[in-house]
């Protein structure tokens, strides 16, 4: 390199420096964990994915702008959770946005400070929150089963819109994760 190129070079870098007193547009810093393929992550046809995408970019945070995103996934096999967690805590991320209990559980031990967002399971059950109304400690997000006590509320709700209803049924998948549900959903039909 001639010392003439070089030269051009600092100039150039130096005009590009921000002028003095304006800093630099902050770098935002989020690790996304998934459990399956990182690949979904940015899958354009992606329900999970996509309207995150959206959001940030509705906020103001753009990929290779001002938004760094590290992409890391479980690969489907959960004895690898621990060391991927610590991966990823070691990202120093400003957020870690997770999906299902078992990830969370093990980012929030790998990592007791950055905020987690979950998308799973239950928050109570496993520990990760204290309530929903004052989680406490770092772990906030969606809980999609917030227990057996939401079903007194939903019933409340379903007798509110439908005051003529008599008889109600409740589908599911997995027989132990039903059964507490129909004892729940009895116990708060009788005090209906």
């Given at each position: 390199?001639?010392?003439?190129?070089?030269?051009?070079?600092?100039?150039?870098?130096?005009?590009?420096?921000?002028?003095?007193?304006?800093?630099?547009?902050?770098?935002?810093?989020?690790?996304?964990?998934?459990?399956?393929?990182?690949?979904?992550?940015?899958?354009?046809?992606?329900?999970?994915?996509?309207?995150?995408?959206?959001?940030?970019?509705?906020?103001?945070?753009?990929?290779?702008?001002?938004?760094?995103?590290?992409?890391?996934?479980?690969?489907?096999?959960?004895?690898?959770?621990?060391?991927?967690?610590?991966?990823?805590?070691?990202?120093?991320?400003?957020?870690?946005?997770?999906?299902?209990?078992?990830?969370?559980?093990?980012?929030?031990?790998?990592?007791?400070?950055?905020?987690?967002?979950?998308?799973?399971?239950?928050?109570?059950e496993p520990g990760l929150a204290t309530s929903l109304a004052h989680p406490g400690g770092n772990v906030t997000g969606v809980d999609v089963y917030p227990g057996d006590e939401i079903w007194g509320k939903r019933l409340q709700i379903?007798?509110?819109?439908?005051?003529?209803?008599?008889?109600?049924?409740?589908?599911?998948?997995?027989?132990?994760?039903?059964?507490?549900?129909?004892?729940?959903?009895?116990?708060?039909?009788?005090?209906?």
């Open positions: 390199m001639r010392r003439r190129d070089f030269a051009a070079g600092l100039l150039l870098a130096a005009t590009l420096r921000p002028i003095r007193g304006q800093e630099p547009a902050k770098q935002h810093r989020i690790a996304i964990v998934e459990v399956g393929s990182v690949a979904s992550i940015d899958d354009p046809d992606s329900r999970v994915w996509q309207p995150f995408w959206k959001e940030l970019r509705r906020l103001g945070d753009v990929e290779e702008q001002n938004l760094v995103i590290g992409r890391y996934s479980g690969e489907g096999h959960p004895e690898r959770y621990a060391d991927l967690a610590r991966e990823v805590a070691g990202y120093n991320p400003d957020v870690i946005v997770a999906l299902t209990n078992p990830m969370t559980q093990a980012i929030r031990a790998a990592n007791g400070t950055t905020p987690i967002v979950m998308n799973g399971g239950s928050v109570i379903l007798k509110e819109i439908a005051p003529s209803a008599s008889k109600v049924t409740l589908l599911g998948m997995r027989d132990s994760w039903l059964g507490g549900q129909l004892q729940a959903l009895q116990e708060a039909s009788r005090q209906l």
